[in-house]
């Protein structure tokens, strides 16, 4: 997938080839390769929203969640422009990160944030049915 995108017109574009290189890092990280939190690009700036969202997604995998929680922040609270579709899912893994934290009341709040961008969306979507059920799992811990 990575190598069909890095051939489409565009790809040559300096965001184009670091987006490339942070979703080839992610998929290595999937993979098992824990090397890779130590090759991640540090986030230019709060408007670099790819690897705020890749560097709290691992950060949250390895159980640092404030240090998650506090990226995907910087994400919620950002107000620049930005084509990615990662800022319309950072508010579920902004909850999932305070849940970790088990700090629920603003963990509810994040998934509600989250539920509202997707209020239209198909419901048999995996990410949404996910977030459903962890949801659920939140208010009865509550």
């Not at 709290?56 to 640092?64: F, Y």
């Not at 709040?109 to 509202?116: I, N, S, T, V």
């Amino acid at each position: 997938m990575t190598a069909d995108a890095a051939k489409q017109p565009g790809a040559d574009a300096q965001e184009a080839q670091t987006g490339l290189k942070l979703l080839a890092l992610l998929t290595r990280w999937r993979q098992g390769d824990r090397t890779v939190a130590d090759a991640l690009p540090a986030p230019k700036d709060d408007n670099d929203i790819s690897a705020l969202f890749i560097n709290g997604a691992v950060l949250l995998d390895v159980g640092r969640a404030d240090d998650a929680a506090a990226n995907f922040k910087r994400i919620v609270d950002s107000r620049g422009q930005s084509s990615t579709t990662l800022r319309a899912i950072t508010p579920l893994f902004y909850g999932r990160a305070l849940a970790a934290q088990r700090k629920i009341d603003e963990s509810r709040k994040a998934y509600e944030h989250f539920f509202e961008a997707f209020a239209h969306a198909d419901p048999s979507l995996p990410i949404l049915a996910a977030a459903k059920a962890e949801y659920a799992r939140l208010k009865s811990a509550s």
